[in-house]
T-cell receptor, first 111, second 114 residues
Framework: EDQVTQSPEALRLQEGESSSLNCSYT??????LFWYRQDPGKGPEFLFT???AGEEKEKERLKATLTKKESFLHITAPKPEDSATYLC????????????FGAGTILRVKS | DSGVTQTPKHLITATGQRVTLRCSPR?????VYWYQQSLDQGLQFLIQ???????AKGNILERFSAQQFPDLHSELNLSSLELGDSALYFC?????????????FGEGSRLTVL
């Protein structure tokens, strides 16, 4: 069964203090790994797709990387508006578009 | 705004009752997905429809059912409600049936069962 584990559960940073979030996964044949951002009371918002080990994607202060067992979401010089829950999900070889999500990392950035 | 519309936003009901949640996908999207999000379980995939047909099924209870109509909107029916069914129910849509994990989520329907 596909599984995703995210760490830490919560992370508090000062504005400008860079850090990384971790997503460890087990999946029978990775079709894709996805990062989403979720603000309180809102639905998840798509950030990145990674397909193979070694791949990297960047968007503003966020950079996602992928290895065969885990993915990292690096946050460089975060700002308070980066505060959100960051969700990692994997898509395996099962037919259809089922995503298996991790529990998320709650990020708080203080000014 | 993702373009996915869900109604109602909030719903309070009693145990044993039945409710229907509605979802309108983004214009042009043929796939609709339903997810349940609770504090202890996180986001759990329930079911996917593509152009009116069931495409994939997750841990959806037998008390729950869904359908996608010819105009592509979808409804999730929850019956014989239990306290544990209290959760946020999200609908998401995508253009394709299974080649992308880029889903567009609605803002959810918060169900409270008393």
């Amino acid at each position: 069964e596909d599984q995703v584990t995210q760490s830490p559960e919560a992370l508090r940073l000062q504005e400008g203090e860079s850090s990384s979030l971790n997503c460890s996964y087990t999946v029978s044949g990775l079709r894709g790994l996805f990062w989403y951002r979720q603000d309180p009371g809102k639905g998840p918002e798509f950030l990145f797709t990674l397909y193979s080990a070694g791949e990297e994607k960047e968007k503003e202060r966020l950079k996602a990387t992928l290895t065969k067992k885990e993915s990292f979401l690096h946050i460089t010089a975060p700002k308070p508006e980066d505060s959100a829950t960051y969700l990692c999900a994997v898509q395996g070889m099962e037919y259809g578009n089922k995503l298996v999500f991790g529990a998320g990392t709650i990020l708080r950035v203080k000014s | 705004d993702s373009g996915v519309t869900q109604t109602p936003k909030h719903l309070i009901t009693a145990t044993g009752q039945r409710v229907t949640l509605r979802c309108s996908p983004r214009s042009g999207d043929l796939s609709v997905y339903w997810y349940q999000q609770s504090l202890d379980q996180g986001l759990q995939f329930l079911i996917q429809y593509y152009n009116g047909e069931e495409r994939a099924k997750g841990n959806i209870l037998e008390r729950f059912s869904a359908q996608q109509f010819p105009d592509l909107h979808s409804e999730l029916n929850l019956s014989s409600l239990e306290l544990g069914d209290s959760a946020l129910y999200f609908c998401a849509s995508s253009v394709e049936a299974g080649n992308t994990g880029e889903l567009f989520f609605g803002e959810g329907s918060r169900l409270t069962v008393l």
